[in-house]
């Protein structure tokens, strides 16, 4: 139903009928955002008119990492931004920098992979399963690391692995790919948040679009990032996407749209306004099975926007992911900016971090299933999604069936993990407990030391 009405909509965005968002408190605003492909309805909604259909003047605005990012949001030096979906949940519940940040709008879903050094893949590859034509069969698991580590182990070399933050998806799927083939990614404390304690591997934070030529100089030895920074390896020769986080967890939830709790409140129309926009920009990046994706990356290969070669954003934005050199395969739903359900803000998107921050000891002691709920209900806010959708709807711009107006807020339980685990946002404990490696139940970290 989604997909038809995707079709549809080309229709309606051929002949608008759209009315300016009333009331608006600020027109002219600052966003940020990091150079990744999936920062695309921003680009989208600035380039095709979305935002000043809605009476916004806005500033699209590269931020350096995503510290910087989350910082100039809570001293207000910009308006929002393009945010890890762990970012606003993080600052909220107090890890690493804090402040009340919220989100009405999901920017997307997949989008990232994990690559690897050509050294570690040529260890990896006698070891894969191959197919009729020789090429491995994918999902690869993280088992097959494991020779890699053994044998850096033995040279005394500890084995290092970059991510873009501690509260990043990128972190998290690294480690829920790397625990699932039975390798110990480390855990958290509250005297020492290297992430590395008790860990076969050392993973460390590095920026999206230094990844590469990080792993070129050897520093690290592979990565967790989203495009175009994977295939950007692949296009200079130095590494290999070995998994991408599709296979990790099919139409997994990804960046966010996030500003300050303050913004929303004082500014309700303006944020109504933008999240308008960017439902419209989702619409498009996706309609027609993606018939717009060339004349997207095209916005995107410009230097005010991820400035990376037009080739390598379309080698995974236009249907494709490459994984060794030449081997291309289709992969339709690798960027989803909108079927799905992709931008609606689901209380259970918020919760999975929250598990994954406890598991790991980002969160340090045993919550409520209620303490979950309490907090993903703080940051994610559905209702100003819902009045955007019912807005555009009323505008023309889109048809009930676009929409998921049934939801609770909780998508319905998944298993569509590389580990086959059942995840059910209503009940986090149990999800947390039923994981391999990790905290589970009252267990801490004290002094270095897993203790009950």
């Known amino acids: 139903m989604i997909r038809k009405a995707l079709l549809l909509s080309v229709a309606l965005l051929a002949h608008p009928a759209f009315a300016e968002t ?49 910082d100039r949001v809570l001293a207000g030096e910009i308006d929002g931004a393009h945010m890890l979906a762990g970012q606003p949940i993080a600052s909220t519940i107090g890890y690493g920098t804090k402040g ?55 040279e005394g070399k500890p084995f290092n692995l970059g991510m873009v933050f501690p509260v990043s998806t990128h972190n998290y799927e690294l480690r829920y790919w790397l625990a699932a083939g039975g390798i110990n990614p480390g855990l958290y404390s509250a005297d020492d948040v290297s992430g590395q304690i008790g860990g076969d591997v050392l993973i460390s934070v590095t920026p999206p679009p230094q990844m590469p030529a990080t792993m070129e100089a050897g ?17 200079k020769g130095i590494g290999v996407p070995v998994i991408t986080d ?40 996706d309609e027609g099975d993606n018939a717009n994706r060339a004349e997207a990356v095209e916005i995107l290969s410009r230097p005010e926007y991820v400035g990376a070669d037009a080739a390598v954003i379309a080698n995974s934005m236009t249907g494709t992911f490459e994984y060794e050199k030449g081997d291309k395969r289709e992969a339709a739903d690798f960027n989803v900016f909108f079927r799905y359900n ?31 709920d309490e907090q993903a209900k703080k940051v994610y806010k559905p209702d100003i999604y819902k009045a955007a959708a019912e807005a555009l709807i009323a505008d023309g711009l889109a048809t009930p069936e676009m929409f998921d107006f049934d939801a609770d807020g909780y998508r319905d339980p998944v298993s569509d993990f590389i580990d086959g685990v059942a995840y059910d946002g209503t009940k986090p404990n149990a999800y947390i407990d039923s994981l391999t490696l990790g905290l589970k139940g009252t267990q801490t970290v004290v002094g270095g030391e897993v203790t009950n």
């Open 22 to 70: 009333p009331g608006i408190e600020k027109e002219e605003l600052t966003l940020g955002f990091i150079k990744l492909t999936d920062m695309a309805p921003l680009a989208i909604a600035k380039e095709k008119g979305f935002f000043e259909d809605e009476g916004l003047y806005v500033t699209l605005e590269a931020q350096s990492n995503w510290k910087v990012l989350l």
């Open 100 to 154: 009340a940040v919220v989100t009405p709008f999901s920017m997307d879903l997949n989008g990232n992979a994990i690559t690897v050094s050509n050294a570690v893949w040529e260890i990896m590859k006698p070891g894969l399963q191959l197919d009729a034509d020789g090429k491995p069969v994918h999902p690869i698991s993280a088992a097959a690391l494991k020779p890699v580590i053994e044998a850096y182990a033995a």
């Open 219 to 235: 520093t690290i030895d592979g990565y967790s990032v989203g495009e175009p920074w994977n295939q950007a390896a692949v296009a």
């Open 246 to 285: 599709y296979d990790i967890w099919k139409n997994n939830p990804e960046k966010v749209f996030g500003v300050t709790e303050a913004f929303a409140t004082e500014n309700p129309n303006t944020t109504l306004a933008i999240t308008k926009a960017l439902i419209r920009a989702a619409i498009w990046l």
């Open 342 to 372: 992709a931008t609606f803000p689901y209380y259970s998107d918020a919760v999975w971090y929250l598990t994954q921050m406890r598991r790991w000891g980002q969160i340090g002691e045993a919550q409520t299933d209620a303490w979950y």
